[in-house]
């Protein structure tokens, strides 16, 4: 396969790969108005789509394919670093949520029925 139909098969795949990076940079350039844990989830679509453009574009050129396995591990490491931590700060807003919630409706006693 020619390199320019590779290539045109990489832009036609980072192109059709908007649909997901481009909310994750609207999540990002958002700050605190989104919660904690879509920031760290954001980043690690950003973070798996560079490395995905930069990998492809290292096997473009040419280079030795081990030297494009480097940062497409690096990369996946720290895809997975976020995704954790990302899934990790949800856990805890789910827990802060369920007691807010619960301080507002408490739930009946055990051996009581709600309507008494």
């Keep these: 396969m020619s390199h320019g139909v590779l290539a045109a098969g990489v832009l036609a795949l980072l192109a ?5 990076y481009l909310p994750a940079y609207v999540d990002l350039r ?8 879509r920031r760290p989830a954001a980043a690690a679509v ?3 789509w ?3 453009t930069l990998t492809l574009f290292l096997l473009l050129l ?5 030297l494009a396995v480097l940062p497409a591990v690096a990369g996946a490491t720290a ?10 700060l949800r856990a805890r807003e789910r827990r802060e949520e369920e007691a807010c919630w619960s301080a507002l409706f408490p739930a ?3 051996g009581r029925r709600a309507t008494d």
């Design 46 to 48: 950003l973070t798996g």
């Design 16 to 20: 059709a790969g908007n649909v997901w």
């Design 50 to 52: 560079g490395t995905a």
């Design 62 to 66: 040419p280079v030795a394919p081990g």
């Design 79 to 88: 895809v997975a670093c976020l995704s954790v931590r990302s899934r990790l």
């Design 108 to 110: 009946p006693a055990a």
């Design 30 to 37: 958002a700050g605190q108005d989104r919660p904690r844990s």
